[in-house]
């Protein structure tokens, strides 16, 4: 699966953005779609994940009642991001799997990033 993020942007802190990833394949409803993301000088940490056709999700403490993972019949999956924080600045990924989980080595197919700065 071949898997392009966008949505990225300047945002104020408060401020809201709508993360996109789009999959190449038809079969995109059968994956686990993840979204972390990895802020200046630290590791990739998990942020969200989404089951198949939408079921379930998981969120990271840090951003529960702030994001929401979504995703339509096609193939795209959506991060909404509100009330951001400077906290939240970061290259955000999203990635695609068979597992359920906030481990990164599950998920076989990862975007190139988008990049989201929160000013304060």
């Known amino acids: 699966v071949q898997l392009q993020a966008s949505g990225g942007g300047l945002v104020q802190t408060g401020g809201s953005l709508r993360l996109s990833c789009v999959a190449s394949e038809r079969t995109f409803g059968t994956y686990v779609m993840g979204w972390f993301h990895q802020p200046p000088g630290k590791d990739r940490e998990f942020v969200a994940a989404?089951?198949?056709?939408?079921?379930?999700t998981r969120y990271a403490d840090s951003v529960k009642g702030r994001f929401t993972v979504s995703r339509d019949n096609s193939n795209t999956t959506y991060l909404e991001m509100n009330r951001l924080k400077p906290e939240d600045t970061a290259v955000y990924y999203c990635?695609?799997?068979?597992?359920?989980?906030?481990?990164?080595?599950?998920?076989?197919?990862w975007g190139q990033g988008t990049l989201v700065t929160v000013s304060s």
């Open positions: 990635a695609s799997g068979l597992l359920m989980t906030s481990y990164q080595h599950p998920y076989s197919s």
């Open positions: 989404i089951s198949p056709y939408g079921v379930s």
